[in-house]
């Protein structure tokens, strides 16, 4: 016999180990120690709110969500599929109109209160209140949208990249600022 064909490897303990593992049938087990870095999981349950990555998180109907600033602002946009206070559906589209200004359904529970209101004789209030806000948000919205004509840069860049000054009168400004005041206190005046 020759010596040549003898094997002379010398096994390492990590293949005898694994050999063993796939004689066994165990495929999962490992035969070498590692080593690194291992993050460590916080489990969180419904309704924990913690902080992570500089963010502010909660858990929703098992889902992790993030909290925001206009979360607040989102929910009172939401219009609920029923009406809080008659729990009728909200499918008439005078219910979304209605649910935004007093909270309830308005195919029911706003006719029903307008009713109530016209017997005691304080529905005619009731409307005056309504037009008057929708006048004071008018004047709000009228004078922001003056201040800030009056108040932007009047540059426009044209197709063939020149700037244009397009340098507004401010005597004429100051004019129109003036009228605008005057009719926005004409309209406060009459609100009253």
């Known amino acids: 016999m020759n010596n040549d064909s003898v ?7 990590s293949d005898v180990e694994r050999v063993r593992n796939l004689v066994k049938k165990d495929f999962t087990s ?17 309704g924990d709110v913690w902080n992570e990555d500089g963010k502010q998180w909660t858990i929703k109907n098992g889902i992790k969500q993030n909290i925001t600033k ?18 009728g559906s909200m499918k008439h589209w005078l219910d979304k109109k209605m649910y935004k200004i007093h909270g309830f359904c308005g195919n029911v529970c706003t006719v029903k209160m307008e009713g109530k209101l016209k017997r005691a004789g304080l529905y005619d ?8 806000g929708n006048m004071k948000a008018f004047i709000t919205d009228i004078e922001s949208w ?17 700037i244009e ?6 005597k ?18 009459h609100l009253k």
Do not use: H
Not at 70 to 87: F, M, V
Not at 146 to 162: P, R
Not at 165 to 170: A, M, Y
């Open 7 to 13: 094997l002379k490897k010398e096994f390492k303990k």
């Open 30 to 46: 490992s035969t070498k120690q590692q080593t690194g870095y291992k993050k460590s999981t916080k489990r969180y349950k419904e």
């Open 70 to 87: 206009l979360d607040e602002a989102k929910k009172s946009l939401r219009i609920p599929l029923k009406c809080p206070k008659c729990n």
């Open 125 to 132: 209030d009731y409307v005056k209140r309504i037009k008057q």
């Open 146 to 162: 003056a201040n800030e004509l009056v108040n932007t840069k009047n540059s426009f860049v044209t197709e063939d990249g020149d």
């Open 165 to 170: 000054n397009w340098k507004s009168n401010s």
């Open 172 to 189: 004429m400004d100051r004019k129109f600022m003036k009228n605008l005041k005057e009719y926005t206190d004409y309209l406060a005046e």
